[in-house]
């Protein structure tokens, strides 16, 4: 256990429909980072939240959205599923900005049919 | 944008050989970090690397920054299975927000 929580684990929906993975970051973490990766491809950046304010965007979709709050955790909300979305969603954290290395979660893996 | 490219994307070795990976970016990076992913599972921090020509060991694995801090290589000496994964380095552009950018990856293999 990395100390970084993900849920749902796994998750089916049907194209054009809205999601929510959630990310609980390990305790003290005030960094949360959102990252994408698709079958054998690398890893995407989306976004990234600092303490509850979002600190560096990457190339997150218009239909993607995220959000960290008061207690830390976020929540990265993807709507008008295409298939083309699939993918493992992993979230990650860190103490500070630049502190060194990230702690990944185990991933969402979301599967649009 | 930043681009950090590694070589090779695959390599089989046999268990005992050597395995080296190497990380190249288009930009000068504040550091580099280093990240293994075992099959089915998620990334692991493995080391961070800041300074110039830094050289790092741990244990079997020695992880060097280029003096430009353009590049950086991760050298596995007499590979064993538990090796087998993914080995990705990541890396901040100097200057610019905290985007930590990914390489391409590494997929290692190997086999007694």
């Known amino acids: 256990d990395s100390g970084v929580t993900q849920t749902p684990k796994h998750l089916i929906t049907a194209t054009g429909q809205r999601v929510t993975l959630r990310c609980s970051p390990r305790?003290?973490?005030?960094?949360v980072y959102w990252y994408q990766q698709s079958l054998d491809q690398g890893l995407q950046f989306l976004i990234q939240y600092y303490n509850g304010e979002e600190r560096a965007k990457g190339n997150i979709l218009e239909r993607f959205s995220a959000q960290q709050f008061p207690d830390l955790h976020s929540e990265l909300n993807l709507s008008s599923l295409e298939l083309g979305d699939s993918a493992l969603y992993f979230c990650a954290s860190s103490v500070e900005v630049h502190s060194g290395g990230y702690t990944f979660g185990s991933g969402t893996r979301l599967t649009v049919v | 944008g930043q681009q950090v490219m590694q070589i090779p994307q695959y390599q089989h070795v046999q268990e005992g050989e050597d395995f080296t990976t190497y990380c190249n970016s288009s930009t000068t990076l504040s550091n580099i970090q280093w990240y293994k992913q075992r099959p089915g599972g998620h990334p692991v921090f493995l080391i961070q690397l800041v300074k110039s020509g830094e050289v790092k060991k741990q244990k079997r694995l020695t992880f060097q920054f280029g003096e430009a801090k353009k590049n950086s290589s991760l050298h596995i000496t007499a590979t064993q299975t538990t090796d087998v994964g993914t080995y990705f380095c990541a890396g901040i552009n100097t200057g610019t927000a905290s985007k930590l950018t990914f390489g391409t990856g590494t997929r290692l293999q190997v086999t007694l």
């Open positions: 305790s003290g973490d005030l960094s």
